[in-house]
């Protein structure tokens, strides 16, 4: 699990990401654990850096998993 910067084309700010590989057949591909927030200068992307940095921390230590995502998942949310 890691923290990663992700561009938009539709932005020209930067969003921090949380991450992790997910392993499926032979390739490996991100999974976005969680989306931090925008990064407009160095004191934002200094405190969502730190604040990646501790949950990262915190969800290796307690051994937390997202559950993967499935279809019956994803219909559920789109009711409500």
């Given at each position: 699990?890691?923290?990663?910067?992700?561009?938009?084309?539709?932005?020209?700010?930067?969003?921090?990401?949380?991450?992790?590989?997910?392993?499926?057949?032979?390739?490996?591909?991100?999974?976005?654990?969680a989306?931090?927030?925008?990064?407009?200068?160095?004191?934002?992307?200094?405190?969502?850096?730190?604040?990646?940095?501790?949950?990262?921390?915190?969800?290796?230590?307690q051994?937390?998993?997202?559950?993967?995502?499935?279809?019956?998942?994803?219909?559920?949310?789109?009711?409500?």
């Amino acid at each position: 699990m890691y923290a990663r910067f992700k561009s938009s084309k539709h932005s020209k700010n930067q969003t921090l990401q949380i991450v992790e590989g997910v392993r499926d057949g032979k390739k490996v591909k991100q999974r976005v654990v969680a989306s931090l927030g925008v990064v407009n200068d160095e004191k934002s992307f200094k405190k969502l850096f730190k604040l990646a940095e501790s949950l990262i921390q915190k969800i290796e230590e307690q051994g937390l998993r997202c559950p993967p995502k499935t279809g019956q998942w994803n219909k559920k949310l789109n009711r409500v």
